[in-house]
């Protein structure tokens, strides 16, 4: 069977070609639009088909059935991170580069692919293929939405996430907190600092303090909380003490750690400091149990195809699936082979995305009907 096609990869082509950054956000209305069309030039037709709109973002919705209750859902998105150069896609033996090849309008493309088929074939299941276009920002107007506010469920949800290859499949994430830390200080000229308070330094001072708890990680395979600064804001002038500054942090951590308690010390800390701490989004630790009916079902199709063990990773990156398992919703995440994410260079081999295609609609085929 072959489900990836060379007019599949010409329309990839055209997909990776369009900026659909948050900073060119027509073009995340555009992509979804594409798609729809694409799907309309394979003679088929879904009972819903919708485009919704949230805060500026947009999700397309293709679904088999009009119920909310869902046996699967194939969730991908559109929306790439901004950077310079990587929108023109270009073919090199096996491999598309281009951003978003691999993270993941090619995924989706295969999404897209399986559920065409799963309507030409009259599949018993209900199926619904959601694509959004806000993941790279958190997904709070995307799959959050399709959860909370369209009150979509489902049994199982397909996010190509997360994974090295189609041999791996991961089955925990780290949880986050993202943070937004300011400090105000008092202008003063730089020749005289004693008569200023350096807002900068305040923010310094606290965050060499906080970092202190979180030694960092020396690889992925130490499964350990760690902290990064993301950027920093403050100051006009090298001869003026700044009043006003601002840093980013993230924060990761596992199941050894709780919650309440790293947003307490950050608090305490920020106190200390005379910083205000703004906690601008936060995760939990997630995890898919091993015994999962799903998972074992999806292993068991990929030893069998590929001829080779699976592996169960855990992975310091959150995805999309998190918004399923909060609410109890099994999530696979695994996905084709992939490079350099969010690079310029970001690229997906061809052969793999066939083979995620081709085990996704066995699992459908095959479906766990517990
Ligand atoms: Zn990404």
Same mark, same amino acid.
């Given at each position: 069977m072959n489900l990836i096609n060379n007019d599949d990869l010409k329309f990839l082509k055209q997909l990776i070609r369009v900026e659909s950054t948050a900073a060119h956000s027509e073009n995340l209305k555009v992509v979804l639009e594409m798609v729809l069309n694409y799907f309309h030039q394979h003679g088929v037709s879904a009972p819903k088909e919708e485009i919704h709109e949230k805060s500026g973002k947009y999700l397309l919705l293709l679904s088999n059935n009009q119920d909310l209750k869902q046996d699967i859902i194939l969730l991908g998105h559109l929306d790439v991170v901004e950077g310079e150069g990587g929108f023109e896609p270009q073919l090199e033996g096996d491999w598309l580069y281009g951003r978003g090849a691999g993270d993941m309008k090619g995924p989706s493309l295969a999404l897209l692919k399986i559920f065409i088929l799963a309507l030409k074939e009259k599949l018993d299941l209900k199926i619904t293929l959601v694509l959004t276009t806000d993941e790279e920002l %958190? %997904?709070?107007?995307g799959t959050k939405y399709l959860l909370d506010d369209l009150s979509y469920q489902t049994k199982v949800v397909f996010v190509p996430n997360n994974g090295k290859n189609i041999n791996t499949i991961c089955v925990k994430e780290k949880g986050f907190l993202h943070y937004r830390l300011r400090a105000s200080g008092k202008a003063a000229h730089g020749a005289r600092p004693w008569k200023g308070e350096n807002s900068i330094l305040k923010l310094m001072e606290f965050y060499y303090q906080l970092a202190k708890f979180y030694p960092e990680p020396k690889d992925d395979n130490q499964w350990k909380k760690s902290i990064n600064l993301g950027y920093i804001k403050g100051g006009t002038a090298l001869n003026s003490v700044p009043e006003q500054a601002e840093i980013g942090v993230d924060i990761r951590f596992t199941e050894k750690e709780e919650q309440a308690d790293l947003i307490d010390q950050v608090k305490s800390l920020a106190g200390d400091y005379e910083v205000e701490a703004e906690l601008l989004s936060s995760g939990p630790v997630l995890e898919i149990p091993q015994d999962n009916v799903y998972l074992l079902s999806l292993a068991e199709i990929i030893e069998e195809y590929s001829k080779a063990s699976v592996d169960f990773i855990s992975s310091s990156m959150a995805s999309d699936a998190r918004f399923f398992m909060a609410k109890k919703m099994s999530a696979l995440c695994f996905r084709p082979e992939t490079k350099h994410l969010h690079a310029a260079d970001e690229s997906i081999r061809i052969a793999s995305l066939e083979d995620y295609a081709f085990i996704v609609y066995q699992f459908l085929k095959n479906f766990p009907n517990i």
């Amino acid at each position: 069977m072959n489900l990836i096609n060379n007019d599949d990869l010409k329309f990839l082509k055209q997909l990776i070609r369009v900026e659909s950054t948050a900073a060119h956000s027509e073009n995340l209305k555009v992509v979804l639009e594409m798609v729809l069309n694409y799907f309309h030039q394979h003679g088929v037709s879904a009972p819903k088909e919708e485009i919704h709109e949230k805060s500026g973002k947009y999700l397309l919705l293709l679904s088999n059935n009009q119920d909310l209750k869902q046996d699967i859902i194939l969730l991908g998105h559109l929306d790439v991170v901004e950077g310079e150069g990587g929108f023109e896609p270009q073919l090199e033996g096996d491999w598309l580069y281009g951003r978003g090849a691999g993270d993941m309008k090619g995924p989706s493309l295969a999404l897209l692919k399986i559920f065409i088929l799963a309507l030409k074939e009259k599949l018993d299941l209900k199926i619904t293929l959601v694509l959004t276009t806000d993941e790279e920002l %958190g %997904g709070e107007n995307g799959t959050k939405y399709l959860l909370d506010d369209l009150s979509y469920q489902t049994k199982v949800v397909f996010v190509p996430n997360n994974g090295k290859n189609i041999n791996t499949i991961c089955v925990k994430e780290k949880g986050f907190l993202h943070y937004r830390l300011r400090a105000s200080g008092k202008a003063a000229h730089g020749a005289r600092p004693w008569k200023g308070e350096n807002s900068i330094l305040k923010l310094m001072e606290f965050y060499y303090q906080l970092a202190k708890f979180y030694p960092e990680p020396k690889d992925d395979n130490q499964w350990k909380k760690s902290i990064n600064l993301g950027y920093i804001k403050g100051g006009t002038a090298l001869n003026s003490v700044p009043e006003q500054a601002e840093i980013g942090v993230d924060i990761r951590f596992t199941e050894k750690e709780e919650q309440a308690d790293l947003i307490d010390q950050v608090k305490s800390l920020a106190g200390d400091y005379e910083v205000e701490a703004e906690l601008l989004s936060s995760g939990p630790v997630l995890e898919i149990p091993q015994d999962n009916v799903y998972l074992l079902s999806l292993a068991e199709i990929i030893e069998e195809y590929s001829k080779a063990s699976v592996d169960f990773i855990s992975s310091s990156m959150a995805s999309d699936a998190r918004f399923f398992m909060a609410k109890k919703m099994s999530a696979l995440c695994f996905r084709p082979e992939t490079k350099h994410l969010h690079a310029a260079d970001e690229s997906i081999r061809i052969a793999s995305l066939e083979d995620y295609a081709f085990i996704v609609y066995q699992f459908l085929k095959n479906f766990p009907n517990i």
